[in-house]
């Protein structure tokens, strides 16, 4: 009896590890398949530079596509009057903080920031082998579908094979939302009066807004579990993702941010949120 006691305890043991391990290979291959989407393995077999970790390269994704210009120009030289139409790839960011692109070109290893008009900067890549690097990182990777039709432009310039996502990121498990909202995200805190009480009530919102950018902006909202998504009045197909929900911005918008946090003065505005929201759970 003893025995099969025992037998049966190292059996139960077994049985437990197998579980186990179950457990974390599914854990492991759905972490895989979340990170899959993104692949970078043509970019870092020609990039000669400083090799960046991934989500540096998904949150410039996501920076690119929100505030960055892929362009193709075609142009004659002036100085032979029967010359054909020449075409030229360039690719800039405008920012009013420059520290950010410079922060970008130390990273990357190349291009320029210069100044761009009387308040804002520019980091500019005009170099065909420094370009073809850059279409190299983005042509599989952009979410957006006007950044689609750029990059197919840009692979046809250089004579690339895109692959076109027809899925949108797992957005909590990459760097890519970091580096959109640090484009286009807008963190506000207004007051208000409140009718019953008679007092400023202060309220937290985040915005997201894209021109066509509702199916991206539904899954921000079933990502984040909340928020609303609209087409902003008086605009050509603005959408604008937004949301109040405390619930939110403490489960899944600030700890994410802590993961993949901002690189622009954006981090700022974050790390404001998370104060604020921390002093007043204590108050309540």
Same mark, same amino acid.
């Given at each position: 009896?003893?025995?099969?006691?025992?037998?049966?305890?190292?059996?139960?043991?077994?049985?437990?590890?197998?579980?186990?391990?179950?457990?974390?290979?599914?854990?492991? #291959?759905?972490?895989?398949?979340?990170?899959?989407?993104?692949?970078?393995?043509?970019?870092?077999?020609?990039?000669?530079?400083?090799?960046?970790?991934?989500?540096?390269?998904?949150?410039?994704?996501?920076?690119?596509?929100?505030?960055?210009?892929?362009?193709?120009?075609?142009?004659?030289?002036?100085?032979?009057?029967?010359?054909?139409?020449?075409?030229?790839?360039?690719?800039?960011?405008?920012?009013?903080?420059?520290?950010?692109?410079?922060?970008?070109?130390?990273?990357?290893?190349?291009?320029?920031?210069?100044?761009?008009?009387?308040?804002?900067?520019?980091?500019?890549?005009?170099?065909?082998?420094?370009?073809?690097?850059?279409?190299?990182?983005?042509?599989?990777?952009?979410?957006?579908?006007?950044?689609?039709?750029?990059?197919?432009?840009?692979?046809?310039?250089?004579?690339?094979?895109?692959?076109?996502?027809?899925?949108?990121?797992?957005?909590?498990?990459?760097?890519?939302?970091?580096?959109?909202?640090?484009?286009?995200?807008?963190?506000?805190?207004? #007051?208000?009066?409140?009718?019953?009480?008679?007092?400023?009530?202060?309220?937290?919102?985040?915005?997201?807004?894209?021109?066509?950018?509702?199916?991206?902006?539904?899954?921000?909202?079933?990502?984040?579990?909340?928020?609303?998504?609209?087409?902003?009045?008086?605009?050509?197909?603005?959408?604008?993702?937004?949301?109040?929900?405390?619930?939110?911005?403490?489960?899944?918008?600030?700890?994410?941010?802590?993961?993949?946090?901002?690189?622009?003065?954006?981090?700022?505005?974050?790390?404001?949120?998370?104060?604020?929201?921390?002093?007043?759970?204590?108050?309540?």
């Amino acid at each position: 009896m003893f025995y099969l006691q025992i037998r049966r305890e190292v059996l139960l043991r077994e049985l437990h590890k197998i579980k186990m391990t179950f457990m974390e290979n599914n854990r492991s #291959s759905e972490t895989l398949r979340e990170v899959t989407f993104f692949q970078f393995s043509e970019f870092y077999q020609s990039n000669t530079f400083k090799k960046q970790p991934q989500s540096f390269y998904e949150w410039f994704i996501g920076f690119a596509e929100g505030d960055g210009s892929f362009m193709i120009s075609s142009s004659k030289d002036l100085r032979r009057p029967n010359s054909k139409l020449r075409k030229r790839a360039f690719f800039y960011l405008v920012q009013k903080d420059p520290s950010v692109l410079y922060m970008i070109k130390k990273k990357f290893g190349f291009g320029q920031v210069q100044k761009h008009g009387s308040k804002a900067y520019r980091w500019s890549v005009t170099k065909n082998e420094h370009l073809r690097l850059l279409c190299l990182l983005a042509k599989d990777n952009v979410v957006l579908c006007h950044r689609k039709a750029q990059l197919a432009e840009w692979c046809a310039f250089f004579g690339l094979q895109q692959t076109v996502q027809t899925k949108l990121p797992p957005l909590l498990a990459t760097g890519w939302l970091s580096g959109f909202i640090d484009a286009e995200g807008c963190f506000n805190i207004y #007051s208000r009066k409140d009718k019953r009480y008679k007092h400023l009530v202060f309220r937290h919102r985040f915005i997201l807004d894209q021109k066509n950018g509702y199916a991206l902006f539904e899954h921000v909202r079933d990502t984040l579990v909340g928020g609303s998504v609209y087409r902003r009045k008086e605009t050509d197909s603005v959408f604008r993702y937004a949301t109040e929900s405390k619930t939110v911005f403490r489960t899944k918008l600030l700890p994410y941010l802590r993961r993949f946090p901002c690189l622009t003065e954006k981090r700022i505005a974050v790390f404001r949120w998370h104060r604020d929201l921390i002093l007043n759970s204590k108050k309540s």
